[in-house]
């Protein structure tokens, strides 16, 4: 696992409210009963804590452009830190049109997905539990060199800051409160202080297994019998809905590797979209320039 200032972005999590319901969603769209929405006083205090940190701050959901504030949020984003090393992760939602121009001011990174590829995007099953497909202390191997921690970020939602996104996420699933004080310096964290948030969400994780993954297009979720049993009590929409897969037996790794964002093109024409066009920097990130 990663120190936290070593990665390439640390996120803010403005909302989990999204347009898409693709399958094994990390942000498990479509399990809530009602979407979060940060408040203002939630994302300065998160913006203030990051001031510092020496890469970039992200905003993503959910899709962060269905915040009722997304604007007034900006601006305060804008205030305090750079464009150079702020991020935005959207899908470009038609109706946001408009956000064009403050995105470009506001933002000198875009990470772009509306999950229109034809074919779709493989999505890795998260909810699935590590003690039921492995012996504990095989999973510790895994969890220990999982791909999202490894190569993904460390994230702030309305319930604190985490070392992990997907962590982040479940502890909005299962209302945990495992989440560090919003504070300057929380993102100068290393591995050896993980420890508590490890135990609460690592062996309930799927995403460290590399699991065979399914097409974002299918909307369906791959479940183990303790999640599945879990999504009943907790009233997943998503579940009632029967837009699930019941997943069990021995564990399976799959090796594939996910390369579309190869695909340039495909970004170019979602921020076509908003009339953007897409800059590629040297440090493989894309500027969008009206």
Not at 165 to 188: K, Q, S, Y
Not at 198 to 210: E, M, P, S, T, W
Not at 261 to 277: L, P, Q, V
Request: glycine share 8%; charged share 20%; hydrophobic share 40%.
């Amino acid at each position: 696992m990663r120190p936290l200032r070593d990665m390439d972005s640390i996120q803010i999590e403005i909302t989990n409210a999204c347009v898409n319901s693709c399958s094994n969603c990390t942000r498990f769209c479509g399990h809530h009963r009602a979407p979060f929405f940060m408040s203002l006083e939630q994302f300065r205090m998160a913006v203030d804590s990051l001031v510092d940190f020496p890469k970039i701050v992200g905003v993503m959901g959910g899709e962060p452009l269905l915040h009722p504030h997304f604007e007034e949020l900006c601006h305060y984003l804008h205030e305090r830190i750079p464009p150079q090393r702020c991020g935005l992760w959207s899908t470009f939602p038609r109706g946001g049109e408009r956000y064009a121009r403050l995105i470009t001011e506001t933002f000198g990174n875009v990470l772009l997905n509306d999950h229109s590829l034809a074919g779709g995007i493989p999505h890795t099953p998260i909810l699935l539990t590590a003690r039921e497909c492995l012996r504990e202390e095989e999973s510790w191997y895994f969890i220990h060199h999982c791909l999202f921690q490894n190569a993904w970020s460390a994230s702030i939602t309305p319930k604190g800051a985490y070392f992990c996104e997907v962590a982040a996420a479940l502890d909005i699933l299962l209302d945990l409160n495992c989440g560090w004080p919003v504070a300057p310096g929380w993102w100068e964290k290393s591995p050896h202080h993980f420890r508590s948030q490890i135990d609460a969400f690592c062996l309930n994780c799927g995403g460290a297994l590399r699991c065979a993954p399914r097409m974002d297009i299918e909307g369906l979720d791959d479940v183990s019998p303790w999640w599945l049993a879990k999504l009943q009590q907790t009233g997943s929409p998503k579940i009632k809905a029967g837009k699930y897969h019941l997943r069990q037996g021995a564990f399976q790794s799959d090796n594939s590797v996910n390369t579309f964002r190869k695909n340039k093109m495909y970004f170019h024409e979602i921020a076509a979209k908003y009339g953007i066009t897409l800059v590629t920097q040297p440090n493989g990130f894309l500027r969008p320039v009206l």
